[in-house]
């Protein structure tokens, strides 16, 4: 996965397009993440006792990793990740800066 939980994505495509976003979730085996603030769906949720009432929560739904690009910590930029291996040790690297990342 070339996205990581706690990363910062921009949106490159949808209704969010062009906002940014912390990563909370990923699902690798099935390609999708979960942003904050981003592809909110609203959700009905029901009174749990009697007498409550039921009311209305935003949630974000997953979306495609396909649909984002990371931001780089180092540059700011929005960037595609690269890899490098050092002593058997996988970096993920950024490819505007060649930083770690
Ligand atoms: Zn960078």
């Not at 939980?5 to 390609?31: F, H």
């Amino acid at each position: 996965m070339r996205i990581h939980k706690g990363d910062t994505v921009l949106i490159i495509s949808g209704k969010d397009r062009a906002r940014k976003g912390k990563v909370l979730e990923v699902s690798p085996k099935k390609g999708k993440i979960l942003v904050e603030g981003i592809n909110l769906r609203k959700k009905h949720q029901k009174p749990k006792k009697t007498g409550e009432k039921g009311q209305i929560i935003t949630l974000p739904a997953p979306l495609d990793v396909s649909s984002v690009k990371l931001i780089c910590p180092k540059c700011g930029k929005a960037t595609r990740t690269g890899y490098k291996i050092v002593e058997k040790k996988k970096f993920r690297i950024c490819k505007k800066c060649g930083q770690e990342i």
